[in-house]
């Protein structure tokens, strides 16, 4: 029986002014949307709860982390229960006072924890004060949500292994690489990516472009150099001083982006994933098989001086 896999990625805007609980009403409304047209699993935009409040550093912010399980990862798991799907959802961890994750957890379709991971890179930018507030993940095995995470989880016919990344981390192909190496067949890559929107000191447009499809071809090429499928779930919107530029897509192991959202429309992005094309894709492009690994031990390093 062939393998297979039907994805949605919900894209919305996250208002700086609206009230504590609409942005997670829209999250719920998308995913009922995605579950009717037959998603079997789920995936959130960054930060879907709030508007993305890293542009500066505020202490009162904190407030806005929650433990898991907690009010809004208590509703993505009987949310996920009520539509029989897995939802993967991008939460602001209070994990001990003072200590907060950016963190994805995955609830399988009876509403269970199937697993948890922590954004490990953390960006300090200009608007991307991300250091402030969240604390990286541990490395591998220190507890269960520690390193690079891949879960099983059920399809229509089989079972996909599924690896949870967090946007920054789209950056380093270590962190795809590694992830895919315990046998992740999908990296979801949850993201809050834009460009600075100030008239006089903000990037000219042909500057937004070149960035847009960096980030697009960069995961491209995790795709390409794993063998694996890549989904990467983006917001639209202004929210203060950032425009963010939607694009949400999905890109097949070849590379192909199979599926490609709207710049700056809310919108529930599908596609339907053939896990056997792995397989064919790992044959003809065996790179996984003629890694050199015992010729690797300077990616240790910080740099080779």
């Known amino acids: 029986m062939p393998r297979t896999l039907n ?8 208002p700086v002014d609206a009230a504590a609980d609409d942005n997670v009403e829209t999250c719920c409304r998308l995913a009922r949307d995605a579950a009717k047209q037959g998603a079997g699993l789920i995936v959130t935009q960054e930060l879907f ?3 993305y409040f890293p542009q500066a550093e505020y202490e009162s912010l904190c407030d806005l982390a929650e433990p898991i399980p907690g009010p809004t990862s208590q509703r993505m798991a009987k949310l996920a229960a009520e539509l029989s799907v897995t939802i993967s959802a991008s939460l602001f961890e209070k994990r001990a006072p003072g200590v907060y994750h950016n963190t994805t957890a995955t609830f399988g379709p009876t509403g269970e924890l199937i697993g948890k991971y922590r954004k490990m890179h953390i960006p300090d930018d200009p608007r991307f004060y991300e250091k402030y507030y969240f604390t990286p993940g541990d490395p591998p095995g220190s507890d269960p949500g520690s390193g690079w995470q891949a879960f099983d989880m059920p399809t229509e016919d089989s079972a996909a292994r599924v690896g949870t990344l967090v946007c920054w981390d789209q950056w380093f192909p270590e962190a795809a690489r590694l992830t895919a190496l315990q046998g992740a067949e999908l990296l979801l890559y949850p993201t809050a990516i834009g460009y600075y929107n100030h008239a006089e000191l ?5 500057v937004r472009e070149q960035q847009r499809d960096a980030w697009q071809t960069m995961m491209r090429s995790h795709a390409i150099a794993n063998g694996v499928y890549v989904a990467a779930a983006n917001r639209v919107g202004t929210e203060r001083d950032l425009t963010f530029w939607g694009s949400s897509f999905v890109c097949a192991p070849d590379g192909r982006v199979i599926a490609r959202a709207s710049p700056d429309k809310e919108q ?7 896990l056997d094309a792995i397989e064919a894709q790992r044959r003809g492009w065996p790179f996984l098989r003629d890694r050199r690994v015992d010729a690797y031990r300077g990616l240790l390093d910080r740099l080779t001086d």
């Not at 529930?268 to 053939?274: E, H, I, K, S």
Request: proline content about 9%.
């Open 7 to 14: 994805i949605a990625l919900l894209q919305h805007a996250c």
């Open 49 to 51: 709860a709030a508007h």
């Open 202 to 206: 903000g990037e000219p447009p042909e």
């Open 268 to 274: 529930v992005l599908l596609a339907g994933l053939d």
